[in-house]
């Protein structure tokens, strides 16, 4: 190495101070003195540095190509060192000289020239520099680092430090580039296609082979620690450093990693790399993730049902991790993608394929899979509700109620090729979803939060025969009336002799309540009573309506709807009485039972002895006597009940007169307590039997054209006394008609409309000649030459007006 003779006189003397760096044997390492004299050198005389640097990266360049390897680790310390001390204006060009040796050394077989190499990039890219490169170009080491990434070197230990150095090195670009506006973008997707895999495929392998609790010596000591823990931490940087409009480039790679490994369908490590992506991200772009995997669950609408469910459990935990209300600016679109998404599973659920066709090749459906898939969309909508304020809750609900399909008059989400069946799981699962998004709805003013524009056809869907869809609606209006968590103490029927043990709260009913009662109140009991009378309500429909009829004492109950309540409990009875009614023995204990455990809550609630007592005496003798009419012996796994119930009379029932003489006594109103409560029927609840919703709303729309019909005396008497007879032709007429306009031909329904048209047309032309006459004139008429009369047209200036009409 060193030069002998008069020559080594006449080399430059930044050479000569190079050459002296280096020991004659390399395990002496770098020779310090020298190393001091070059640096002090390099900073009297900074024009020079690049010259050291292009010198020393020959020589590097030489000793590797010998495979003198002690030699190269010197050069590079030496290197560092330099880098490190100089922060001139001319670093650049050293610089230069610095990477291309790195280059050098990540391009070499040996792992530990690569490793190297690495450390001294990783140096480097902690170094804030003054002045910035304008041409300075990294493509080369994110590839390169991103290699080692995936090394797959023999020997396993090797193999991991390998595979550190390339997650080390790539977390030195990002250091180096992410904020230097001068630099090539390294958010391009060119440069993130290569870095957010390489993240990931360490993070997944190191997941397979290691513990994902580290000790805390672990977590102290960067030298052991872990390349799962290396890759994560670098990964979260990563994520950390993006803006806005990084997001996209930053997490598209990773929605394509997790599709071509197959990622979606284990769930774990997608839902582990989104927690880290919320978490790591700037919370104001939460958002923008989300509508990434909504885009990305769109697109693979066709693919299985594992898959979709991956996707959706995925959004299921970045929704609950993101900030209140960070769902974005477009909340509705959020619940429109997943709504599509449930209707696209009952469509592949119903018909088995993914395109409406059964051609060989396409992919088996399992149902159970799309079930499963369902309930995570379900699930889904649930979590994204609660990150919602109320007034954006109440738009979503709004938006499920207007996407529940009713065939013929409102298709909106119904399913064409599934057919009736198919509707009729969408309308459940809509139902369902509601359900979710009700749960632990609060508000203070329940007329804002529940529009007649919502509550309408919400209680119209508990007018079907379809007992699931009912059961669905009730414990949606239980969500949405219980804002004091009172509803799981009325789970449970049962004669309580004491409430206090229930703790209910009770708060004054205010002014918003009053009103909202007064507006729907009667519509709300209307639909407990037609709930109770169903033949196919079971024992959790009536603990249902039974929650019900609590709920609105505890939270809406002013004195005039506890008097209104007292009385549909007795209307009640008296339903269960009814000889009219087919209804089974078991429904009539179960409405026993209910209206019993019903006096029994409202009586104590309203602290009137003589109520109270009368009540009480009334259940002990059931207790006695007939037990089965009470919930003890009815709602119970094998309720026991009689074989039928003929005479059920007496002492065992609660007497209105008994009821309205007590409550008299307290100041109730005894006028209304005393009035029988007749639910106010209106079309739609005369029909004995629904087939759906569908033929429900048709017939309500056929029955209000009837509606302007001439009333007379006549009429009101044949609606008072409505007898039997009236029903059935009533039932019959309604019949065909609906039949005719099933199974007639187009031909003859459009004649039949058209001649009503005619005959509206020539009504309204009688009513036109009658009206519209010319105005009398005050010039008079002129005659034609056919004897008849005809007005003459006279300009308002030339008429003669009384003297009294002008001013």
């Not at 898959?307 to 609950?320: C, T």
């Not at 909508?381 to 809750?393: D, E, M, V």
């Amino acid at each position: 190495h060193r030069v002998c003779g008069c020559c080594g006189a006449l080399r430059p003397r930044y050479k000569r101070l190079v050459d002296n760096i280096f020991p004659e044997d390399p395990e002496d390492g770098l020779v310090k003195a020298n190393m001091e004299k070059l640096t002090f050198y390099a900073l009297s005389a900074p024009e020079k540095l690049d010259r050291i640097g292009a010198y020393l990266s020959e020589r590097l360049s030489r000793d590797v190509a010998r495979h003198r390897y002690g030699y190269v680790c010197i050069a590079m310390e030496a290197l560092d060192q330099l880098l490190m001390a100089c922060h001139c204006q001319s670093i650049n060009l050293f610089v230069e000289s610095f990477l291309k040796m790195v280059r050098k050394l990540l391009e070499s077989d040996k792992p530990s020239l690569q490793i190297l190499g690495t450390n001294s990039f990783v140096k480097f890219a902690n170094i804030e520099e003054d002045t910035p490169s304008y041409h300075r170009s990294y493509d080369f080491f994110v590839s390169r680092f991103s290699e080692m990434c995936h090394s797959s070197y023999e020997d396993p230990d090797i193999r991991t430090k390998i595979r550190m150095a390339g997650i080390k090195g790539l977390q030195g670009v990002v250091r180096k580039t992410v904020n230097d506006e001068l630099q090539a973008n390294i958010w391009d997707p060119q440069h993130m296609d290569k870095i957010v895999p390489s993240l990931l495929f360490n993070l997944q392998s190191g997941e397979r082979t290691e513990s994902r609790s580290p000790s805390p010596l672990q977590a102290t000591e960067k030298e052991k620690e872990s390349p799962v823990e290396l890759t994560e931490r670098c990964f979260r940087e990563l994520l950390g450093r993006a803006a806005y409009g990084n997001i996209k480039n930053a997490v598209t790679p990773v929605l394509m990693h997790l599709d071509n490994h197959s990622l979606w369908e284990g769930k774990t490590f997608a839902v582990r790399c989104f927690k880290i992506i919320m978490y790591s991200i700037q919370s104001q772009h939460s958002h923008l993730v989300i509508q990434q995997l909504l885009g990305h669950l769109d697109a693979n609408s066709k693919n299985s049902a594992t898959v979709r469910a991956g996707i959706v459990e995925v959004l299921l935990e970045a929704a609950a991790i993101a900030a209140s209300g960070s769902v974005g600016p477009t909340v509705l679109e959020v619940f429109n993608t997943l709504l599509r998404q449930l209707r696209l599973s009952v469509d592949y659920e119903l018909t088995g394929c993914y395109d409406g066709s059964t051609n060989i090749g396409t992919k088996i459906i399992k149902a159970h899979e799309e079930r499963q898939l369902q309930e995570a969309v379900i699930r889904t909508i649930g979590s994204f509700a609660n990150t919602l304020p109320t007034y954006q809750r109440s738009e979503v609900m709004l938006f499920i109620m207007g996407k529940i399909p009713v065939p013929g008059v409102h298709p909106a989400l119904s399913s064409k090729d599934s057919g009736p069946e198919g509707t009729r799981m969408i309308q459940v699962m809509l139902l369902k979803s509601l359900v979710q998004v009700t749960a632990g709805f609060d508000t203070t003013n329940m007329l804002t939060a529940l529009p007649t524009s919502f509550l309408e056809p919400l209680l119209s869907f508990s007018l079907t025969e379809d007992p699931e869809i009912r059961l669905l609606v009730l414990q949606i209006l239980l969500s949405l009336i219980d804002r004091h968590d009172n509803a799981p103490k009325f789970l449970n029927v049962s004669i309580i002799s004491d409430i206090s043990v229930l703790k209910l709260k009770v708060d004054k009913c205010s002014r918003q309540d009053n009103l909202f009662m007064k507006k729907h109140g009667q519509q709300l009991y209307r639909h407990i009573y037609l709930g109770c009378k169903e033949e196919s309500s079971g024992q959790q429909h009536y603990e249902a309506l039974f929650a019900l009829l609590g709920l609105l004492s505890m939270e809406l109950a002013n004195e005039e709807v506890v008097v209104d309540l007292i009385r549909l409990a007795l209307a009640l009875q008296d339903l269960a009485l009814s000889t009219d009614e087919a209804l089974p023995v078991f429904n009539r204990c179960a409405i026993h039972a209910v209206a019993a455990a019903y006096l029994n809550l409202i009586c104590q609630l309203t602290t009137v002895p003589a109520f109270c007592q009368h009540i009480h005496e009334v259940i002990e003798l059931r207790q006695k006597e007939t037990p089965y009419l009470l919930p003890e012996d009815v709602f119970i796994e094998n309720p026991k009940l009689p074989s039928s119930l003929e005479k059920v009379e007496g002492e065992v029932l609660f007497l209105q007169s008994k009821i309205t003489e007590v409550l008299g006594g307290s100041g109730y109103n005894t006028d209304r307590l005393a009035t029988p409560y007749v639910p106010q029927y209106t079309d739609e609840d005369r029909l004995s039997k629904r087939k759906s919703i569908g033929e429900t709303i048709s017939l309500q729309g056929e029955v209000e054209s009837r509606n302007t019909e001439e009333i007379t005396f006549e009429t009101l008497k044949n609606a008072i006394v409505d007898s039997v007879g009236m029903e059935e032709q009533e039932r019959e007429r309604r019949r065909q008609v609906v039949e005719k306009f099933q199974k007639a031909p187009f031909e003859e329904i459009a004649a039949h409309c058209g001649a009503r048209a005619t005959l509206l047309q020539s009504k309204l032309n009688q009513i036109f000649e009658i009206t519209i006459r010319p105005p009398p004139s005050p010039s008079g008429t002129i005659s034609s030459g056919y004897g008849q009369t005809q007005s003459r047209s006279v300009p308002i200036y030339e008429m003669k007006f009384p003297d009294l009409c002008v001013y």
